[in-house]
C-alpha cells in the first residue's frame, strides 16, 4: 500500500533559537569545517604521495580521513548555510537522503575503526606473519566491507523509514535530520520501527564495540612478556588509534543506545561528532606520529622547492 504523506518540506528548529547565537555558531563553526576538510585532506594527500606511509596503518588511515569528509559533509554545509537563514528548512526527500548517508559513513567509520584495531592486533601480536595476514588485497577487502557495511544498515535504516506516513507538525527538533526527531512527526505508531532501528544501530555498534575491547586486552596480555622498550613502542601507535575510538563511541553511546528525548544535550552532543571529532581526527594522529609528521615536513619541502624553480 503507498503510503501518503502531508509533508514535502520540513523545518529544523536548529542549534539555537537566538539569532545572535545563531551568528556566532557560524563565526565559530565554519573555521571548524575547513579545517576537518584540510586536516583530513591533507593526510590523504601525505599517505597517497609518501613511500614512507605504505603500510596498511596508513592505509586504512586514509580511508578514515575520506570517511570523516564525506561524514561531517553530509551535514555540517547545511547546519552552516542555515545559521544565516530565516527559515531552516529541508524537503522531505532530502532528509531521507541525509539521513542515508549520515548513517552510511557513520557505520563506515564503525568498521573502519574495528578493521584498524585488527591491524594493531596483527601487527603486535603476529609481527612475523604481519605481511601475509595484511596484504594490499586483504586490506581493500577489509577496507570495502566496512563500505559494503555502511551500505547495508543504511538500506534498512531507509526502508524501515519510507514506509511511515508523516502528516505534520514539519518541525523537526535538531539541526539536522536524524532518525528520532524524524520518528517524532509519524502519524503511526512508531514502537516497532523504533526497536527495529535501534537494534540495528546497536548491532554494529556493539559487535564493533566488543571486537574493539577485544584486540587491545589481548594485545595489553601479550605486551606484559615485552621489554618496556617494546611496550612502549607497540602502545605509542595504539594510543591514537584509542584516543580516536573514545572519541566517536563514546557520543554515539550517549545518542544511540538508550531511549530517545528531546533534551538539548543531545544537540550538543551531535555537534561533538558531527563537527569536532572529524576536526580532531587528523590532529590526534599527526601530532602523536612521528612518521606522518616527517613525511608531511618532507611534502611541504617539496612544494616550497617546486616553487622555487
Known sequence: MAVTNNMTQLIFTGLFQNREAQRVSFVAFLPLYVATMLGNGLIILTVNTSKSLSSPMYFFLSHLSLVEICYSSTVVPKFIS????????ISLNGCMTQIFFFHFFGVAETVLLTVMAYDRYVAICKPLHYMTLMSRPVCHVLVLSSWLGGMFHSVIQI??????????????????????????????????????VFANSGLFSVIS??????????????????????????????????????????????????PSSTFTEDKLVAVFYTMVTPMLNPIIYTLRNAEVKNAMKKLWRKKVNLRGK
Not at 82 to 89: D, I, P, R, S
Not at 176 to 189: E, G, N, Q, S, V
Request: charged share 10%; net charge positive; hydrophobic share 50%.
Open 209 to 258: 564495540l566488543l571486537f574493539l575491547i577485544s584486540s587491545y586486552i589481548v594485545i595489553l596480555v601479550y605486551l606484559r612478556n615485552q621489554s618496556a622498550e617494546g611496550r612502549r613502542k607497540a602502545l605509542s601507535t595504539c594510543a591514537s588509534h584509542i584516543t580516536v575510538v573514545l572519541l566517536f563511541f563514546g557520543p554515539a553511546t550517549f545518542l544511540y543506545l538508550r
Open 159 to 196: 526502508l524501515i523509514t519510507v514506509q511511515l506516513p508523516f502528516c505534520g507538525p514539519n518541525v523537526i527538533d535538531h539541526y539536522f535530520c536524524d532518525l528520532h526527531p524524524l520518528f517524532k512527526l509519524a502519524c503511526t505508531d512508531t514502537f516497532v520501527p523504533g526497536i527495529i
Open 82 to 89: 542555515g545559521l544565516l537563514a530565516e527559515n531552516k528548512t
